[in-house]
């Protein structure tokens, strides 16, 4: 398969009942979603990674980190229907789910999952 063919999105919700605006947490001077995006971008089988929210504020900050995000409905009560909307309007081979709160993911796991 193609790298090109292959598409990454991370899903980002602010409005967690457990811990509000987790995506947002800073560590180590960057927000967690950038942390997971920026491993992300690291995957060698990975053309595309997206970031799929329906919050303004980690719409705002993947923009100013010059990465690419998503609106997507607020009914959505899961991050696979959210990433689901997104996927169907997307012309790819591949869609990888990769959660927004694993800042430490390794680039070589998400390859090994292709």
Known sequence: MRRERVVAIIPAR???SRFPGK???DIEGKPM??????????AT??????????????FRVVEGFYGQAVMTS????TGTDRLAEVAATLDCELVVNVQGDEPLIEPATIDAAL
């Open 14 to 16: 602010y409005a967690s």
């Open 23 to 25: 995506p947002l947490v």
């Open 33 to 42: 979603v950038q942390w997971v995006y920026e491993r992300t971008r690291q």
């Open 45 to 58: 089988g990975v053309g595309r990674v997206l970031v799929a929210t329906d919050d303004d504020r980690i």
């Open 74 to 77: 607020p009914a959505h009560p």
